[in-house]
């Protein structure tokens, strides 16, 4: 299949994945990535890759130089959207452009076949996730998926809940806008992991730890109050009736309620 036609950067080439060879090495990428360890399982095992590729759903890799630098992969959701499953990008290849490009790629991809959206699933403690979906790519939480993988133990993730947000990027989003954490937004969980409550405010703020792999490492305690915060916080405002409009660059969700912005 050619190539298609994206903004990624020009150093960045984008292609679908096709033989074992391939799905080897990027199924490789893939367990560098999640830090994986002998015995853990690996993020996606590789039968599953040649099956997703051999019937036609969605394996790309993004290459840097030559040298593979991510990997995509995904299949088609009830509703006719892509399903990102997993995308991970190399620890030296960061910061270069890669993981836009893959996400560009899964959205002209989505596009020539019809569909509407891309779709996918992220830790809503990733600060950095968090900014490059909601305010880079303007992709718009779904739903709070509370423990939706099960216990998960790898390089990434500590064993315990594995709460995800759920996102939705429609195929003709248009650029966000960068929004500000400023008040009349009420915090809900502040820069300590503490909840409080919302007071029927129409706007909320949400906050996330600066680093919570290496807090995971350093205090899982701390990491795990986290989580809690967030489930109570931002879990528990999505399902009274507020959405998110937004991920601020200092790391704060913010929402609102209604007609509120």
């Not at 074992?20 to 996606?44: F, N, S």
């Not at 990102?84 to 076949?113: N, Y």
């Not at 998926?145 to 995800?164: A, E, I, K, T, V």
């Not at 996102?167 to 009349?184: G, H, K, N, R």
């Amino acid at each position: 299949m050619a190539e298609l036609l994206t903004t990624a950067p020009a150093e960045v080439r984008v292609r679908t994945l096709h033989g074992t060879p391939e799905l080897q090495r990027a199924a490789g990428l893939l367990r560098e990535v999640w830090a994986t360890q002998p015995g853990d399982d690996p993020p996606i095992a590789l039968d599953m890759l040649c099956a997703l590729a051999h019937s036609g759903c969605y394996v790309a890799g993004a290459y840097l130089d030559d040298e593979l630098a991510g990997v995509a992969a995904g299949f088609l959701a009830a509703d006719r959207s892509l399903h990102s499953h997993i995308a991970g990008v190399a620890p030296g290849a960061r910061g270069r452009g890669v993981g836009r490009a893959l996400k560009e790629h899964q959205r002209a991809w989505a596009g020539e076949r019809g569909l509407a959206s891309v779709s996918w699933t992220f830790d809503p403690l990733v600060r950095r996730n968090a900014f490059f979906n909601l305010a880079r790519l303007g992709a718009r939480v779904s739903a709070y998926l509370p423990d939706f993988y099960g216990p998960m133990s790898d390089g990434l993730n500590d064993g315990g809940p594995s709460d995800r947000l759920l996102v939705t990027w429609p195929v003709a989003a248009p650029p966000p806008e960068e929004p500000s954490d400023q008040p009349p937004h009420r915090t809900i969980v502040d820069e300590s992991g503490a909840v409080r409550e919302p007071e029927g405010a129409g706007l909320l703020r949400c906050a996330t730890p600066p680093d919570i792999e290496g807090l995971r490492s350093s205090d899982p305690a701390a990491a795990r109050r986290w989580r809690a915060a967030l489930h109570d916080g931002l879990g528990g405002a999505l399902g009274h009736g507020y959405h998110v409009t937004g991920f601020t660059r200092s790391g704060w969700y913010l929402l609102a309620r209604g007609g509120a912005r």
